[in-house]
């Protein structure tokens, strides 16, 4: 068993015929992301703080909604949301990671979505909803928070596992398969185990992973 990272930008509507000029930034940004969050891995450092360090870098990337790059809500201002979770000792304050020594820890950051109502509350701070973290799993989702906050999404893909004996994968693709009704739903996860999954229901998701024993990748 060794580490195992995954990250994401969100999913969406994206063209699969990106233009070069927006697809490359983004990818150079998950591939930043993606380096930084190995060297602290190697460098031994604890989960919770590595999930801290690459939200920040996302955060302050403005192809991403999130911190700098965040949406307008309806009054023209920034109203952003973020989330962490610690695995081992299921605290939280409000990408995903397992650590070299087993520890679980995941954080997600959002700036919402465009032209959100002032002062509504989205999934991004509800625990089990768009973050969660146990000893079987961390695990964010992104997409319509009306479909995830609904499906719990986040706690759901822990709980599968649990109690129906499933994989991360399995469990993953069956809490994103049922959220197709209602919405546009991706996540990543990453199990105790070291395995990583990232599916999603929409045309695209910005994403990138990496495992102690080489595998690694970035998609858009």
């Known amino acids: 068993m ?15 015929t990106m233009p070069p000029e927006r697809r490359q930034p983004r990818e150079a940004a998950l591939r930043h992301c993606l380096d930084i969050s190995v060297d602290a891995l190697k460098s031994q450092k604890y989960a919770l703080d590595v999930v801290e360090l690459v939200v920040r870098e996302l955060e302050n990337n403005p192809n991403f909604n999130a911190g700098k790059g965040s949406v307008l809500i ?14 081992n000792t299921k605290r939280c304050g409000v990408r995903l990671l397992q650590g070299s020594k087993g520890n679980l ?6 700036g919402g979505m465009v032209n959100k109502m002032v002062g509504k509350i989205g999934d991004t701070p509800i625990i089990g909803s768009e973050t969660y973290a146990n000893n079987l799993c961390a695990v964010s989702a992104t997409g319509k928070g009306e479909a995830i906050i609904c499906h719990i999404v986040a706690r759901d893909v822990a709980a599968v596992m649990e109690f129906k004996g499933l994989s991360l994968k399995e469990a ?11 919405g546009n739903v991706g996540l990543i996860a990453v199990s105790a185990s070291g ?26």
């Open 2 to 16: 060794g580490w195992a990272i995954a990250l994401h930008g969100g999913p969406g509507d994206i063209p699969v």
């Open 74 to 87: 309806n009054v023209g201002t920034v109203d952003m949301e973020a989330c962490i979770m610690d695995g």
């Open 105 to 110: 820890a995941a954080a997600t950051s959002t």
């Open 172 to 182: 993953s693709g069956c809490v994103v398969e049922e959220c197709v009704l209602r």
């Open 195 to 220: 395995e990583v999954t990232m599916p999603f229901n929409t045309t695209g998701m910005f994403r990138a992973c990496a495992t102690e024993d080489g595998y690694s990748q970035i998609g858009i």
